[in-house]
């Protein structure tokens, strides 16, 4: 069975810096996909970033971007400039191919920014 | 319409009464999904939809029961709930047929439920 495994409960980060959150999986399939979810304190989840496991490059979506390493089952965020908005729960979560597969979510890390 | 609504926001309910929760999505998705979420807890999957058909049902107490009417609404009745089923009930979407969209799924702002 897929696992996804966040091992820091919880990040803080100054304002306008940089911040890493670490995301391993385990899984013994060649092509999936993995996410990034925020979760802000009593609102809605959102999709951060998606990687396709079969895409080499790192995907970048403005301040956000991954450190995707299939070989070692690891796929890092990496938050730039970091803003008070971006305090929330992040979940990496893993997907199989297929219409209508679940996700499988990792324990979450909550990310404080600090002014 | 890029976005998946759900009714009601909050819900207070004794654990006689029966109830239902409604998610809706305009985005011509065909995989909809009910998950149950705990505080600081990350979303377990309760059902899967897909067109329209049940495909995935994680081993849910029958006191929850999923409909889905037609490909943009997805209900989930409920009936002599427990006070331990306290949470908040998130809908999602996913794909429209074809769209290698990598299962990305499309959250509501879920219904939190209090048993009582």
């Known amino acids: 069975a897929q696992t996804v495994t966040q091992s820091q409960p919880e990040m803080s980060v100054q304002e306008a810096e940089t911040v890493t959150l670490s995301c391993t999986y385990d899984?013994?399939?060649?092509?999936?996909?993995l996410f990034w979810y925020k979760q802000p304190p009593s609102r809605q989840m959102i999709l951060v970033i998606r990687?396709?496991?079969?895409?080499?490059q790192n995907a970048t979506e403005n301040r956000f971007s991954v450190n995707f390493q299939k070989a070692a089952k690891s796929f890092s965020l990496k938050i730039s400039d970091s803003q008070l908005g971006d305090a929330a729960m992040y979940f990496c979560?893993?997907?199989?191919?297929?219409?209508?597969?679940?996700?499988?979510f990792g324990a979450g890390t909550i990310l404080r920014v600090k002014s | 319409d890029t976005e998946v609504t759900q009714t009601p926001k909050h819900l207070v309910m004794g654990m006689t009464n029966k109830k239902s929760l409604k998610c809706e999505q305009h985005m011509g998705h065909r995989a909809m999904y009910w998950y149950k979420q705990k505080a600081k807890k990350p979303p377990e999957l309760m059902f899967v939809y897909s067109y329209e058909k049940l495909s995935i049902n994680e081993s849910v107490p029958s006191r929850f029961s999923p409909e889905c009417p037609n490909s943009s609404l997805l209900n989930l009745h409920l009936h002599a709930l427990q006070p331990e089923d306290s949470a908040l009930y998130l809908c999602?979407?996913?794909?429209?047929?074809?769209?290698?969209?990598?299962?990305?799924?499309?959250f509501g702002p879920g219904t939190r439920l209090t048993v009582l």
């Open positions: 979560a893993y997907s199989p191919l297929g219409y209508g597969n679940k996700l499988v």
């Open positions: 899984t013994s399939e060649s092509d999936y996909y």
């Open positions: 999602a979407s996913s794909q429209k047929p074809g769209d290698r969209g990598g299962n990305e799924q499309f």
């Open positions: 990687q396709e496991a079969y895409k080499q």
